[in-house]
């Protein structure tokens, strides 16, 4: 079973940056894609963002233009930098690893952006 290990998140105001980090607990094979999810209270968890292993990357429409994603594939690693966040962003985020057709899932970590 891969564990993957999230980092990063915290309390920050409106208009300032993080970055997520997510790495499994060992280097793994026949991963496909790579990302995160989001899920703040009393709403469904949603995709922010995507990464292929041939680097072809989507956003979702709440985040375009202010995150980008990268992986590094020699650690089986996922990054999220998030710039300008907004009260909206405020969620836990999710990173997963798709392999074989299944998603291994991080623990969550939880991002705050006060106004």
């Known amino acids: 079973q891969v564990q993957l290990v999230e980092s990063g998140g915290g309390l920050v105001q409106a208009g300032e940056s993080l970055r997520l980090s997510c790495e499994a607990s060992?280097?793994?094979?026949?991963?496909?894609?790579m990302g995160w999810y989001r899920q703040a209270p009393g709403n469904q968890r949603e995709l922010v963002a995507a990464?292929?292993?041939?680097?072809?990357?989507r956003y979702a429409d709440s985040v375009n233009g202010r995150c980008t994603i990268s992986r590094d594939a020699r650690k089986t690693a996922v990054y999220l930098q998030m710039n300008s966040l907004k009260p909206d962003d405020t969620a836990v985020y999710y990173c997963?690893?798709?392999?074989?057709?299944?998603?291994?899932w991080g623990q969550g970590t939880q991002v705050t952006v006060s106004s």
């Open positions: 060992r280097t793994i094979s026949g991963v496909t894609g």
């Open positions: 990464i292929t292993v041939s680097g072809e990357t």
């Open positions: 997963f690893v798709r392999r074989f057709g299944n998603n291994s």
